[in-house]
């Protein structure tokens, strides 16, 4: 009997190096895109596909992604009292999406590691883990495309993205079985930031996945790896390869937008590209930013 996914997990203690120095006291997953968080937006990504049960995965430094996810009852009456309703419900919905709950991960010792602390809220369940720094153009149903193939085949799903041969090294990389193209492929091997000459393909991991509960035993068992880390990957490896239990292993190839916000470059990408088509904003700034890249770039 197939067990119906309903929690995901969303891993946000890292340290944000590359965002130095705003990350040093505010997380890079409170950092604004356009008009919310970036947090919010995975956020609303699992509940969209039907996880209203989310485990936000911090440390140190992160109590503001709490907040935000939290009443705030002194901001709520002072804009009922002004009768500002719109500003009301926007500060309402980051705080009923889902049902949210903390883990701490005390050191960041990986994205393996964040993960297995989520063990004891999973339990025996198949779950999800959206990286809490990743964000999927909001309009693409990436996540709940992979629940159905994780419902149909079992075992574990991750996406993956096709990106230039030479900016593999930057990822997880995976070596795939070939499939007709309606279907997942199945995933045969994965190889974390391999060099652009040792990599099986020009598919890299992105920061969705759905897992099977088996994977908590195989990360207990996964030494650290890379950067003396407990890498996720290394443990999706040995299920991918028959090493470890946990079934199979698909992939889902991702043609959409995606941004990794703890990257700058990628970070300032997703605040225009989102900043263009917001509801209020987006036909005034695309015009300014027009006239801006005719006359100024
Ligand atoms: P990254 O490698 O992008 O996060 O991890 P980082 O370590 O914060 O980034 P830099 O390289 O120092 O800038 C991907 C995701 O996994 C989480 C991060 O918060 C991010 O959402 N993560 C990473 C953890 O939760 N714990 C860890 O130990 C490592």
Excluded at 39 to 46: G, L, R, S, T
Excluded at 102 to 129: M, N, S
Excluded at 192 to 197: G, I, L, S
Aim: proline content about 6%; hydrophobic content about 40%; glycine content about 8%.
């Amino acid at each position: 009997m197939t067990v119906t996914v309903r929690k995901a997990v969303i891993p946000a203690a890292g340290l944000g190096t590359r965002f130095l120095p705003v990350t040093k006291a505010t997380p890079k997953e409170m950092l604004p895109v356009v008009d919310k968080p970036a947090i919010q937006y995975v956020v609303e990504e699992a509940a969209t596909a039907g996880l209203f049960d989310a485990l936000l995965v911090t440390g140190r430094n992160k109590r503001a992604l709490e907040d935000h996810f939290d009443r705030n009852h002194e901001l709520a009456t002072a804009l009922a009292d002004k009768g500002d309703m719109a500003r009301l419900a926007a500060i309402e919905t980051s705080e009923e999406l889902a049902k949210i709950h903390y883990v701490r991960q005390g050191d960041p010792r990986g994205l393996g590691h964040a993960v297995l602390c989520a063990a004891a809220h999973i339990g025996a369940e198949p779950f999800a883990v959206l990286l809490g720094d990743d964000l999927i153009d909001p309009r693409d149903p990436l996540l709940t495309e992979m629940l159905e193939v994780q419902q149909e085949y079992g075992g574990c799903v991750i996406a993956l993205t096709e990106v230039d041969p030479v900016a593999v090294s930057r990822y997880g990389c995976a070596a795939v079985s070939p499939a007709k193209p309606s279907e997942p492929v199945r995933v045969t091997d994965l190889v974390e930031k391999p060099a652009p000459d040792q990599a099986p393909s020009n598919l890299a991991v992105i920061g969705r996945y759905v897992l099977a509960p088996e994977i908590f035993d195989v990360l207990r068992a996964t030494p650290p790896g890379r950067g003396g880390e407990i890498q996720l990957t290394d443990a999706i490896r040995n299920v991918a390869t028959g090493a470890a239990a946990g079934g199979s292993v698909h992939g889902v190839i991702f043609r959409g937008s995606r941004y990794d916000t703890g990257d700058r470059s990628e970070y300032l990408q997703a605040v225009v590209r989102l900043a263009c088509k917001h509801e209020d904003l987006g036909s005034q700034f695309s015009d300014w930013l027009k006239k801006f890249a005719a006359t100024e770039i």
